[in-house]
Structures are given as structure tokens and as C-alpha cells.
Nanobody
Framework: QVQLAESGGGLVQAGDSLRLSCAAS????????MGWFRQAPGKEREFVAA????????YYADSAKGRFTISRDNAKKMVYLQMNSLKPEDTAVYYC???????????????WGQGTQVTVSS
């Protein structure tokens, strides 16, 4: 099993940057691909970015391409989401999740953190 805990959210202005962190516990962290998802009020949870087991392959939702970067440090059992050029529409609760399948589909993710709020003011 993997336990996940996000941190790093907050209130920022449009154009600012923010880095989210996800701390994982459990001995099988390296077996899981990791993803970030987000959910805005009144909307469905949506995929943001994913990174494979070794950290050498990533992919992004169109809304994140060119602005967000996902990375992982297996030695520290950490996953990061660097978010640049933030927009008000990026406002959401951001979740870290773990999957065996390196997928952008939330249904394939087995473990989820509690989420961290990101609010971007205009």
C-alpha cells in the first residue's frame, strides 16, 4: 500500500508559480506511476500530469502542457508538480495519486492523497 500526503498549495496571483509536493510512504513506491489530478468546485476531477515509475517519461493534459512539470524522487519517495504562469482557471483542489498502469484515467489510480487547495486570483 501507499499513503500519500500533498502540500504546497496556497493563494497566489495570476502569473505566479507554485510547487506542489506529494510525500509517499510504503515500501512499494517505485512500483507505482504517479499522477496529479485536480477538481474545481462544481466540476469533475480532471487529469493534470503523470510520471512513470522511473521518472523518465511524463505526459500532461493540454491545459498543463508548457506550464506545469511533474517529477519524482524515488529515493525520497516524493512527487512534485511545478506550476508556472498560473491562471485563475487553475484554481482547484489538487490531488496526488498512485497507479500501477501509468495512466491518465482516474479509474486506474488506486491510492489518493487528501488534496491541497490552489487558488489563483486575477
Amino acid at each position: 500500500q501507499v499513503q500519500l500526503a500533498e502540500s504546497g498549495g496556497g493563494l497566489v496571483q495570476a502569473g505566479d508559480s507554485l510547487r506542489l509536493s506529494c510525500a509517499a510512504s510504503g515500501s512499494t513506491f517505485v512500483n507505482y506511476a504517479m499522477g496529479w489530478f485536480r477538481q474545481a468546485p462544481g466540476k469533475e476531477r480532471e487529469f493534470v500530469a503523470a510520471v512513470n515509475w522511473g521518472g523518465d517519461s511524463t505526459y500532461y493534459a493540454d491545459s498543463a502542457k508548457g506550464r506545469f512539470t511533474i517529477s519524482r524522487d524515488n529515493a525520497k519517495k516524493m512527487v512534485y508538480l511545478q506550476m508556472n504562469s498560473l491562471k485563475p482557471e487553475d484554481t482547484a483542489v489538487y490531488y496526488c495519486a498512485a497507479t500501477l498502469y501509468y495512466s491518465g484515467s482516474a479509474e486506474t489510480y488506486d491510492y489518493w492523497g487528501q488534496g491541497t487547495q490552489v487558488t489563483v486570483s486575477s
